[in-house]
Nanobody, 127 residues
């Protein structure tokens, strides 16, 4: 069974950091580009970052550039999202998604470009 599982979310104060992980099971992640998305209550799901299957190219939403870093370890079938200098507006449920026909570039690929999704992990940035 193909599955993506996110972890690493939680409650953090503004200015703090979190590292999210996305672990794949049932398939070889090295064949897939990965995207991170987030969704706040009442808002549409928005792209945060994406990375090619080899890790050679990564893109970011303007709102997170310079603060977030996406990376991957294909040997561990895992993709990470390091989030620094967190702001309250970064709060939401974060999802990872995998696709084998995704073009990673500007603009960020959209949700419909991806085939497999995790269940999400909650990130709350608050005092």
């Amino acid at each position: 069974q193909l599955q993506l599982v996110e972890s690493g979310g939680g409650l953090v104060q503004p200015g703090g950091s979190l590292r999210l992980s996305c672990i794949a099971s049932g398939f070889n992640l090295e064949n897939y580009a990965i995207g991170w998305f987030r969704q706040a209550p009442g808002e549409e799901r928005e792209g945060v970052s994406a990375i090619t299957n080899t890790g050679g190219t990564a893109t970011y939403a303007d709102s997170v550039k310079g603060r977030f870093t996406i990376s991957r370890d294909n040997a561990k079938n895992t993709v990470y999202l390091q989030m620094n200098s967190l702001k309250s507006e970064d709060s939401g449920v974060y999802y990872c998604a995998a696709g084998d026909r995704v073009v990673v570039g500007t603009p960020l690929p959209g949700p419909y470009d991806f085939d497999y999704w995790g269940q999400g992990t909650q990130v709350t940035v608050s005092i």
